[in-house]
């Protein structure tokens, strides 16, 4: 290898490096994903969505399975979530999604919870069960006027909280 | 009154004349590209120069920059208490601006500018004059393997720069400061994103090569064909790349929000 065949060598070596680095930010650091094998879309319908973004994990005891691909609205102003799991996922069709937090005000992620049927989910498919995610300011403002009431009216929170609980289901 | 006027008007005709030179200089570039021969022994040996010889000094950079914004963005997030973020701080600000932005400004000085002095150089000692003697065009023999390695070159250092950066960011945060690594490259990785984020670094890259390659080889082949004209031409090149490549920044983030 003479002179210039050994700074061309380096050169390509460069090439190499510079391509794999940008390799690696692509698809390590950026996700990027080849779409084409399908993984297991499937989509849930949630009250209240706050604080889920986009790429949030989805877990099943802990470990991931998956993310959240997007966030939209469908017809009747629920929060529709489409989630991307990984394809070998084996799904119950009873399973369910409930939105919850890393921590007390950490990140939201989406916790499956696994259901009993030996029908599995197929991709595209809707899962039924869900529960919203808590808004802790709401909670604390519900709290605070139940407070209040029953401070005000001794008999009167009995009527309330069963009117409470038949408007949200 | 009208003097000032004229003074402007002619201000103006200038700059628009110049950048007329410069899109017509970047014309002819692009007109001898696709014409054989394709000189690629050229190309090869300027990509060495540039890009090669840029690795060391943009490492080193790379890894002190990602050091420092890991040390800011750890005593900043721990008011906070959120210094579990501090993956999605440095990843998030490495990749979307300063990976890009500070690799152009490092290749126009230590790449650019030489490029610039080399062409200003072989203007100045009647080299062109004696390659169009010969009937070879100094643009298809000259410029254009510089420029064209200097575009490649550019997304390829940007890369290194990030990696780097995000390295020495790993170990001032997990090393010194005690944050988890998981937790750094898993913060990293859920909050960088492929389309909004690494797309628009490596589009940022690719224009600031483009900016760098055609502002150091025009100043070059149009430099006084002086020991003064080529210093100067070689200081212009730095100052105008520059400040072309923090403007386009703005404006490139402003329009596609990358």
Same mark, same amino acid.
């Given at each position: 290898?003479?002179?210039?065949?050994?700074?061309?060598?380096?050169?390509?070596?460069?090439?190499?490096?510079? &391509?794999?680095?940008?390799?690696?930010?692509?698809?390590?650091?950026?996700? @990027?994903?080849?779409?084409?094998?399908?993984?297991?879309?499937?989509?849930?319908?949630?009250?209240?969505?706050?604080?889920?973004?986009?790429?949030?994990?989805?877990?099943?005891?802990?470990?991931?399975?998956?993310?959240?691909?997007?966030?939209?609205?469908?017809?009747?102003?629920?929060?529709?979530?489409? @989630?991307?799991?990984?394809?070998? &996922?084996?799904?119950?069709? %009873?399973?369910?999604?409930?939105?919850?937090?890393?921590?007390? &005000?950490?990140?939201?992620?989406?916790?499956?919870?696994?259901?009993?049927?030996?029908?599995?989910?197929?991709?595209?498919?809707?899962?039924?069960?869900?529960?919203?995610?808590?808004?802790?300011?709401?909670?604390?403002?519900?709290?605070?006027?139940?407070?209040?009431?029953?401070?005000?009216?001794? %008999?009167?929170?009995?009527?309330? %909280?069963?009117?409470?609980?038949?408007?949200?289901? | 009154?009208?003097?000032?006027?004229?003074?402007?008007?002619?201000?103006?005709?200038?700059?628009?004349?110049?950048?007329?030179?410069?899109?017509?200089?970047?014309?002819?570039?692009?007109?001898?590209?696709?014409?054989?021969?394709?000189?690629?022994?050229?190309?090869?040996?300027?990509?060495?120069?540039?890009?090669?010889?840029?690795?060391?000094?943009?490492?080193?950079?790379?890894?002190?920059?990602?050091?420092?914004?890991?040390?800011?963005?750890?005593?900043?997030?721990?008011?906070?208490?959120?210094?579990?973020?501090?993956?999605?701080?440095?990843?998030?600000?490495?990749?979307?601006?300063?990976?890009?932005?500070?690799?152009?400004?490092?290749?126009?000085?230590?790449?650019?500018?030489?490029?610039?002095?080399?062409?200003?150089?072989?203007?100045?000692?009647?080299?062109?004059?004696?390659?169009?003697?010969?009937?070879?065009?100094?643009?298809?023999?000259?410029?254009?393997?510089?420029?064209?390695?200097?575009?490649?070159?550019?997304?390829?250092?940007?890369?290194?720069?990030?990696?780097?950066?995000?390295?020495?960011?790993?170990?001032?945060?997990?090393?010194?400061?005690?944050?988890?690594?998981?937790?750094?490259?898993?913060?990293?990785?859920?909050?960088?994103?492929?389309?909004?984020?690494?797309?628009?670094?490596?589009?940022?890259?690719?224009?600031?090569?483009?900016?760098?390659?055609?502002?150091?080889?025009?100043?070059?082949?149009?430099?006084?064909?002086?020991?003064?004209?080529?210093?100067?031409?070689?200081?212009?090149?730095?100052?105008?790349?520059?400040?072309?490549?923090?403007?386009?920044?703005?404006?490139?983030?402003?329009?596609?929000?990358?």
């Amino acid at each position: 290898m003479n002179a210039n065949g050994t700074r061309d060598f380096v050169t390509g070596l460069f090439v190499l490096a510079g &391509l794999v680095a940008l390799a690696y930010l692509s698809f390590t650091v950026g996700g @990027l994903r080849y779409k084409g094998d399908g993984g297991l879309p499937v989509y849930a319908l949630f009250d209240q969505v706050a604080g889920l973004k986009p790429k949030s994990p989805v877990e099943i005891a802990g470990v991931r399975v998956g993310q959240v691909a997007s966030i939209g609205l469908d017809d009747t102003f629920r929060a529709r979530v489409d @989630l991307d799991l990984d394809s070998t &996922l084996q799904l119950p069709v %009873d399973s369910s999604a409930a939105i919850v937090t890393a921590g007390i &005000l950490g990140d939201r992620y989406i916790q499956l919870t696994p259901g009993a049927e030996d029908l599995m989910m197929k991709p595209g498919e809707q899962i039924a069960y869900t529960e919203s995610a808590l808004v802790l300011e709401r909670l604390i403002g519900k709290f605070l006027v139940n407070v209040g009431d029953k401070s005000k009216t001794e %008999d009167a929170p009995a009527a309330a %909280d069963t009117g409470a609980k038949e408007g949200t289901p | 009154m009208t003097e000032s006027v004229t003074r402007l008007g002619r201000a103006a005709g200038g700059i628009s004349e110049e950048l007329g030179r410069l899109a017509a200089f970047a014309a002819r570039i692009l007109a001898v590209t696709l014409r054989p021969p394709l000189r690629f022994g050229e190309f090869w040996a300027e990509l060495f120069k540039i890009g090669v010889l840029s690795i060391l000094i943009i490492c080193v950079s790379g890894v002190a920059v990602g050091m420092v914004l890991s040390l800011q963005g750890y005593t900043t997030l721990v008011r906070f208490g959120a210094e579990n973020s501090l993956g999605a701080v440095v990843g998030l600000s490495l990749i979307r601006e300063l990976g890009p932005v500070l690799t152009a400004l490092l290749v126009t000085g230590r790449a650019g500018s030489s490029v610039t002095a080399e062409i200003g150089t072989m203007k100045a000692t009647e080299q062109l004059d004696g390659l169009r003697m010969m009937a070879i065009d100094p643009i298809d023999y000259v410029v254009r393997p510089k420029a064209w390695a200097m575009a490649v070159a550019m997304p390829l250092l940007s890369g290194l720069f990030i990696i780097s950066a995000i390295a020495g960011g790993y170990f001032v945060g997990v090393q010194l400061m005690g944050i988890d690594g998981g937790t750094y490259m898993s913060s990293m990785e859920n909050s960088v994103d492929f389309e909004n984020d690494v797309a628009g670094s490596l589009l940022k890259s690719v224009v600031f090569g483009i900016i760098v390659a055609l502002i150091s080889t025009y100043r070059g082949h149009t430099a006084e064909p002086t020991s003064a004209g080529v210093s100067a031409a070689t200081t212009s090149t730095v100052v105008l790349a520059s400040v072309t490549v923090l403007v386009f920044d703005y404006i490139l983030t402003a329009l596609w929000g990358v």
